[in-house]
């Protein structure tokens, strides 16, 4: 049965005190991973009240990425470290420095062999994800912004078919690489998620925040936000720009009108019926994007900025985490619902 | 018996000596004044000598506007649910530590004093601003000078060629709330206000006028103007006068701006930034004599993205503030000179979901370096979490009164608009000591 995204529903919904900024789900389970802004990562069910069963704690900062290989979890630290944890007994594997700078973001492929890691020291690597062995180090964006402020490297993707690879910085610059001999194949820009006040405040904001390579691997979601004219708040629209990566042709922009903020997360069916786009600003969203229509299938307030996802085997069940709250949604259709 | 339109200053015996006339007078530095042996045995009294050691005290203001975050500067919280994600490094100073986005300053912090228990209760950056500015809450019926116009008026020279008091505000966001304010010492005392660059606007005479009309134009409007004012007792008239009487001497002042003066080297160490680039303006005119410069650096006001606002921010003014406190050092004037990091308000302990940080008045840091104060302190402390003042909470009164002390300015001299006695602080502030060389 597919997924609706007409149906879309919050089932349960979660409070608490931190913020979190990664989540990864055992596979065919509610059991979810959440790195949170207490250093640690935390297990728990939601369907089950969020009775937590398990902790693991040696991170020395927010915890911003997080993933599952195997019968490990990864998780990667704006304290530049990234650790491997034995799931069943929360004991740390091995934790190793891995960047220089936070790490922002941890990505696994989908053979689960690789894993990549991108840190504001502007520098994406590439681990084996068993044995952690270094295997490849990207370098393809510039370490400062035109006006020589550091620079952010916020998101990374693999491509469905395992090929590819996506980096993304503050800028809105873009490099793909190809995942075997770590070479930049090519490179995007998308300076209208960046914004870079000369005038009246004199500091920036903004960047490419998520990614993510369509089904058929042949082009590159962007999401971000579009140019804000108060940079104290994330005071626009959320934006997604999607291109064909080969040709370097925009073929989507999408800002919507509704949804202010940041996308943090982009999610392709891979039937190709749909993206959804998650994030937010003091609030949250998420939206349903039909490509071939160029048109919003759905969208809804989400009852808090959402930072991170995961997506069950169905297609049908979204797990967030974000600030102050984990919440499931579904869109199942109605016979399904339950 | 004082009189109130000269704005005597009186020493501490309680002789009271009109101090511009003695200074404005001789229209001297210090080694013209060496060479009058009247003037020598002059200071063989106490009171002139403390006044002439006075004069050489200068300040440099770094105007942190829109209200930088104490947590990722000064006072952080690491591991605190409030603490944010960045850790706290230790400083030169055993036991204490700030912001690792602050390494330099980590390491220069012999000479500077850390207030960590400002609670100034105003959290709007217009009431903020005025009263980081002030020192005071504005009245309706008086206007109060700034800081940077008493630090004139007290440490400035009456016949000087440079400007007494210089602010630069670059953004235009807040520069509104930052606009300098004379109050009732009158107009002489406002400052040159750059906008646009470093660079003061329309100071060099026109090519059109030669230097012998721009001589008479002003020998003109002198004329005039005393014409004018002829039975007419009007502190604005005359305030006004006292300003035109100063314009040659502004003018000449222009190649003060000019950073291209400076060694390459010394240009590269401030950095490319406009920040630094001003901070290096300010320098120089603080060597040049300047008593008050102030150096904004707009707008921290990080609702949304706190964090990566203040990695921009903060390493840009971790670079600057050390570049200057080291180049002061070196050129020996740090002694003499004080350098205030300061905003109209901190940034709230909790985060919000934009991870942003809010505006924050209760319980915030700022920091004092060099003239006449206890390097390396730390003064007050706030809970766990960062919420509240638990020790040595001070407002801004007791801040401003301890900057005048560490100056040689008695905080609680007063001033005199007509017969009415006006302190230049409020009655019964006291000065946090233990910050005070």
Known sequence: MPSDPSKLKIVKELNRSDILFSLARLPATNQLFVGSSDFAIHSLDPMTEGKESKQFTGHQSYVAGLTLAGDQLISGAYDGRLGWWDVETQQSIRMIDAHDKWIRGVEISPDDQFISTVSDDMVCRVWNAQTSEMVHELRGHAPQTPTRFPSMLFCSAFSPDGQLLATADKVGHVVIWDVQTGSELATLDAPGMYTWDPKQRIHSIGGIRSLAFTPDSKRIACGGIGQIGNVDHLDALARIEIFDWQTGERTHELAGDTHKGLVERLVFDPEGNWLFATGGDHGGFIKFIDLEKNEIIKQDKAPMHVHDVAINEQHDTIYAAGHGKVIVWELKPDETTG | ?437
């Not at chain 2, 105007?63 to 603490?83: F, H, I, M, N, V």
């Not at chain 2, 505006?359 to 706030?382: D, E, M, N, Q």
């Open chain 2, 1 to 437: 018996m004082k009189s109130p339109q000269r704005f005597l200053s009186e020493n501490a015996s309680g002789q009271a000596f009109n101090r511009r006339s003695f200074l404005g007078g001789t229209s001297l530095g210090a080694s013209a004044i060496a060479s009058n042996m009247t003037i020598l045995n002059m200071l063989k009294s106490p009171a002139l000598a403390e006044e002439l050691k006075r004069q050489e005290k200068r300040v440099i203001l770094l105007w942190l506007a829109g209200g930088p975050s104490q947590l990722e500067t000064w006072d952080p919280k690491p591991g605190r649910p409030t603490g944010g994600p960045f850790r706290s490094i230790q400083t030169c100073l055993p036991g204490v530590q700030i912001s690792e986005l602050l390494p330099a300053m980590s390491q220069r912090l012999q000479n500077t004093a850390i207030i960590r228990s400002l609670n100034t209760k105003i959290a709007d950056h217009g009431g903020g601003a005025t009263l980081m500015h002030l020192g005071r809450r504005d009245e309706p019926n008086v206007k109060y000078p700034d800081l940077g116009a008493v630090i004139a008026r007290e440490l400035g020279r009456a016949n000087s060629t440079v400007p007494d008091y210089v602010t630069f505000y670059t953004a235009t966001e807040g520069r509104s709330n930052a606009l300098g304010q004379a109050g009732f010492l009158g107009a002489r005392y406002m400052p040159m206000f750059l906008t646009t660059d470093s660079k003061p606007e329309n100071l060099s005479r026109r090519e059109t006028i030669s230097d012998v009309d721009h001589r008479d134009r002003a020998e003109l409007q002198k004329l005039l103007s005393e014409r004018f004012g002829r039975g007419r007792a009007n502190a604005t008239l005359a305030s006004h006068n006292e300003a035109y009487s100063r314009v040659r001497g502004l003018m000449a002042s222009e190649e003060l701006f000019n950073i291209e003066q400076e060694p390459q080297a010394v240009r590269d160490k401030y950095g490319p930034s406009l920040f630094g680039q001003q901070a290096l303006v300010a320098r120089r005119l603080i060597e040049a004599g300047t008593p008050f410069v102030k150096v904004s650096r707009a707008w921290w006001d990080s609702h949304g993205q706190n964090f990566e606002t203040h990695l921009e921010l903060v390493a840009e003014l971790d670079h600057v503030m050390s570049t200057l406190l080291d180049d002061l050092e070196e050129r020996g004037l740090l002694e003499h000179t004080l350098v205030i990091t300061l905003g109209e308000f901190g940034r709230t302990p909790s985060i919000n979901p934009s991870l942003g940080r809010d505006h924050f008045a209760s319980a915030w840091s700022t920091s004092l370096t060099g003239c006449g104060i206890k390097g390396g302190s730390v003064y007050g402390a706030t809970d766990e979490d960062g919420n509240t003042v638990k020790d040595g909470e001070i407002g801004a009164a007791e801040l401003f009164a301890t900057i005048y002390k560490a100056l040689g300015i008695n905080p609680h001299k007063d001033y005199f608009v007509g017969s009415r006695p006006l302190p230049l602080t409020d009655p019964g502030t006291e000065t946090v000591a233990e910050v005070l060389a």
